[in-house]
């Protein structure tokens, strides 16, 4: 991490609590410490040397994430980059996706057999605002169907980021493309948009941010 960078994130790292004993620990190595382990995909243990001892890293990865902090930063992040692109900080859209994935067995994990990829695995649903920032990421065995994937998402998504974006008397509404057929016409999926909700997929196209809903991609309208 460079040193522009922490200089944005260093505030919103938590402060050492009051009391017992005093923190030793540089927060700018424990992150750099995750971040390796993160983009790398590697063991906790298999940390170099020159990073903090893993159980200590690890410890703070836990809390962080068991406390809200990294979501926290994600949220500010996100916000701070679209008021920087002349938007509002909380989306007024968002496009919807999935992946399945095939796995192996585990012992902990859930898979299940997509039938549309011919797949056994688990499948990924990601919410990204018009920009393509992450809102929200949910992972689920293969056969959850995908607008079971969407209310998931949905679900899943912060409280206070949803009733922000939807004070007032708009309410959700998912626009699913049920054409479901790969060389289909934008104008076909607008068509079955269209049937599904006119009045969403017309307040989607009004946003100016989306033109028309591709092939199996979905518009969250709030």
């Given at each position: 991490m460079s040193d522009s960078q922490w200089c944005i994130i260093q505030d919103l790292v938590p402060k050492a609590k009051s009391g017992g004993r005093p923190r030793s620990l540089e927060m700018r190595l424990v992150i750099n410490a995750i971040l390796y382990v993160v983009v790398g995909g590697i063991q906790?243990?298999?940390?170099?040397?020159?990073?903090?001892?893993?159980?200590?890293?690890?410890?703070?990865?836990?809390?962080?994430?068991?406390?809200?902090?990294?979501?926290?930063?994600?949220?500010?992040?996100?916000?701070e980059v679209r008021r920087r692109q002349g938007r509002h900080k909380?989306?007024?859209?968002?496009?919807?996706?999935?992946?399945?994935?095939?796995?192996?067995v585990t012992p902990?994990?859930?898979?299940?057999?997509?039938?549309?990829?011919?797949?056994?695995g688990r499948k990924r649903h990601i919410l990204v605002d018009t920009c393509g920032f992450l809102l929200a990421v949910v992972v689920t065995a293969a056969c959850v169907q995908d607008r079971d994937g969407a209310a998931c998402c949905?679900?899943?998504?912060?409280?206070?980021?949803?009733?922000?974006?939807?004070?007032?008397?708009?309410?959700?509404?998912?626009?699913?493309c049920s054409t479901g057929l790969p060389n289909a016409s934008p104008s076909a999926c607008s068509r079955s948009c269209a049937r599904m909700g006119r009045k969403a997929l017309s307040s989607c196209l009004a946003a100016g941010s989306l033109n028309e809903p591709s092939p199996g991609w979905a518009c969250i309208v709030v």
């Open positions: 906790w243990r298999m940390l170099p040397k020159e990073y903090p001892n893993w159980q200590s890293v690890y410890y703070y990865f836990r809390i962080w994430r068991d406390d809200g902090t990294w979501q926290r930063i994600h949220d500010t992040l996100r916000a909380h989306p007024t859209a968002a496009c919807l996706d999935s992946q399945t994935v095939k796995t192996g902990a994990g859930v898979r299940g057999f997509d039938g549309g990829k011919l797949t056994t949905f679900r899943s998504w912060p409280v206070s980021a949803r009733s922000s974006v939807s004070s007032g008397s708009m309410v959700p509404i998912a626009v699913r």
